[in-house]
């Protein structure tokens, strides 16, 4: 379970958000809405530990974060590609898996990024390919890395309409096996139910 | 102890895919070393005196040289931040680069090294010292400069500042990895000079990735 209560964060002289507090439990995501510069990303660094936040609380499973724990539960997808423009998928996913200290077999790999559309695209490097492909480069650790905790940045940019689909598919799948998700997206997402947080 | 491994075979792959990168510092090193014996012509007294310092500035130069690439490949694609949330502690995974840095760049110069100290009439026994000292020397640079590679991480014209920072700290190194070779060549004991430059990596080598580790996240934020 996460529970997250009076985060605040500041740019600079600017407050950006005070008081932020949401409760997921299994099975449940919460959709972060915002106008631009709002502090959606922002929120989603200070909830993964990449920057402290000024004031406010976040536990998992009622351990303070960031702990060891925290992080092994945790999937975190920003804006960033995250993978290896010289390396092929194949080799991105397998070495993101290794420095993880997690084993993942070739099989294992292929299938994930199969089931991610990019059958055949699997032994080139990524350079060649489109944003979109990059991206579910990216998707395909969703497959590959178990995780009780999505937290997904504008995961749905650069996708078509049918990789949409299935990345609401994945996140419905997830939540059905007792995972959490924290999504943020301009876009009305396909997934049903879900909390609403508005910055 | 897995995760390190895998990220020193991770940054070999990247650097096999993209040669000219680690090939720079190599040549740079080579022809730095080799233009001092054609500039100042065949005085093997002069050239024997000057060698040991020649290859250890080179040495330090040519380090300096990929420093700034360590980590910021990794900060622009997002890669490092994705280290920085990996399970496997992130001091692991900065230790790994540090070793696959001085893999790809310390170990091919301690490997010249013997072959251009000919150009400067060392003999076999001053070439032999000459390696050792830079087999201890070279990852001790690699270890400081990584500190100063994740300060100046995300910084406008990091370059120059990241050699304004580092290479004051590399003067220890320089002094007694290059005493080392003069004194052997003065007839005397080295075994202090590479003493001090063991004691130095081993120090470096349990606080280097620590503080890099530190920097990293605050550049991370």
Request: net charge neutral; hydrophobic share 55%.
């Amino acid at each position: 379970m996460l529970k997250v209560s009076g985060l605040a964060c500041s740019r600079g002289e600017r407050r950006l958000f005070a008081d932020v507090g949401f409760t997921l439990g299994t099975g449940e995501w919460l959709h972060v809405q915002g106008a631009n510069g709002a502090g959606k990303t922002s929120l989603m660094r200070l909830l993964v530990g990449l920057s402290p936040a000024d004031a406010g609380d976040i536990r998992w499973r009622g351990e303070p974060t960031p702990s060891v724990e925290f992080r092994r539960d945790l999937i975190y997808l920003g804006h960033h590609a995250a993978v290896k423009e010289d390396l092929t998928p194949l080799e991105n996913l397998r070495l993101s898996a290794a420095l993880d200290g997690i084993g993942l077999d070739e099989r294992a790999a292929l299938a994930a990024l199969i089931r991610l559309g990019l059958r055949g695209r699997e032994d080139l490097p990524v350079r060649v390919l489109s944003a979109g492909q990059k991206r579910r480069v990216l998707l395909a650790r969703l497959l590959t890395r178990p995780a009780a905790l999505w937290v997904l940045d504008e995961a749905f940019n650069a996708l078509d309409v049918g990789a949409v689909k299935l990345l609401g598919e994945l996140i419905a799948e997830h939540l059905a096996a007792g995972g959490m998700a924290v999504l943020t997206s301009h876009q009305p997402l396909p997934v049903p139910g879900g909390k609403a947080l508005v910055l | 102890m897995n995760a390190l491994l895998a990220t020193v075979r991770r940054d070999i792959l990247l650097a096999l895919r993209r040669k000219s990168e680690v090939l720079t510092a190599v040549f740079f090193f080579v022809i730095v070393t080799s233009l001092f014996p054609l500039g100042i012509g065949p005085e093997p007294l002069l050239l024997k005196k000057i060698a040991p310092g020649i290859l250890w500035v080179a040495a330090l130069l040519a380090t300096l040289l990929g420093l700034p690439r360590l980590f910021a490949a990794d900060h622009v694609d997002g890669t490092l931040e994705q280290m920085a949330l990996s399970p496997s502690p992130l001091g692991l995974l900065v230790a790994g680069k540090i070793l696959a840095h001085w893999l790809l760049c310390g170990l091919p110069l301690v490997l010249l090294a013997p072959v251009l100290g000919l150009q400067f009439d060392l003999d076999a026994s001053a070439l032999g010292i000459l390696t050792l000292a830079l087999l201890l020397g070279t990852p001790l640079l690699s270890l400081i400069g990584a500190i100063g590679a994740a300060l100046t991480l995300g910084v406008r014209g990091g370059g120059v500042l990241l050699a304004l920072l580092v290479l004051p700290l590399y003067i220890p190194a320089l002094i007694f990895g290059a005493g080392a070779v003069e004194a052997h060549i003065a007839g005397l004991d080295v075994g202090g000079h590479l003493s001090l430059l063991a004691a130095m990596l081993v120090l470096a080598a349990f606080f280097a990735p620590w503080a890099t580790t530190a920097a990293l996240r605050v550049a991370l934020e």
